[in-house]
C-alpha cells in the first residue's frame, strides 16, 4: 500500500533460475547492457512465458543463453522480491550441466560459492547465495 493507502499494483513476473555446479562452484551469467539491472552477475535463466512451464522455460533460456543442456532439474529454494517496477516469484532449481556452455550470447563464468559478491548481484538473487551457504557451511 502507498503512504494514501492505495494499492500500488506493479507488473507481476514469475522467473526461473538454475543452481548449476561442478567441483564447488556455480555458473553465473551477467545480465546484458540495456536490460533491467544490466551488468549485474546472476544465476542464469529468465521469465516463464504462459504457455511454458517453469522447467521448460529453464531449459528454454539455458539453450538460447549459454546453448547449454541440463538434466535432473529439481526444485531448490524460491524467493519473492519486490523491485520497484516488479514485483517477481523466482523459482530456482539445482541441474546437472551436460558439457560446458557454446555458442553464449552472455558472458559467464564458474565462481565458488565462499567468493559469490552479493554487492555485484541482483537483490533477488541473495536469499539464493544465502541457501548456498549455509548448505555448504552444513
Known amino acids: 500500500m502507498s503512504a494514501t493507502g492505495d494499492v500500488v ?3 507481476r513476473v514469475l522467473v526461473v533460475a538454475a ?3 561442478r567441483e564447488g562452484r556455480v555458473l553465473l551469467t ?3 547492457e ?5 551488468g549485474l552477475w546472476e544465476f542464469p535463466g529468465g521469465k516463464v512465458e504462459e504457455w511454458e512451464t ?3 522455460a529453464l531449459a528454454r533460456e539455458l539453450r538460447e543463453e549459454l546453448d547449454l543442456e541440463v538434466a535432473a532439474l529439481s526444485p531448490f529454494v524460491f524467493v519473492h522480491h519486490d523491485y520497484p517496477e ?9 541441474g546437472r550441466v551436460v558439457g560446458e556452455p557454446g555458442e ?5 563464468r564458474w565462481v565458488p560459492v565462499s567468493e559469490l559478491d552479493p554487492a555485484s548481484m541482483p537483490e533477488a538473487d ?9 548448505e555448504a557451511a552444513a
Open 104 to 108: 553464449a550470447t552472455l558472458p559467464w
Open 19 to 21: 543452481i548449476l555446479a
Open 9 to 11: 499494483s506493479r507488473r
Open 54 to 56: 517453469p522447467e521448460t
Open 30 to 32: 551477467r545480465r546484458a
Open 126 to 134: 541473495l536469499p539464493v547465495v544465502r541457501a548456498l551457504r549455509s
Open 86 to 94: 516488479a514485483r517477481i516469484l523466482m523459482l530456482v532449481y539445482r
Open 34 to 38: 540495456g536490460k533491467h539491472l544490466a
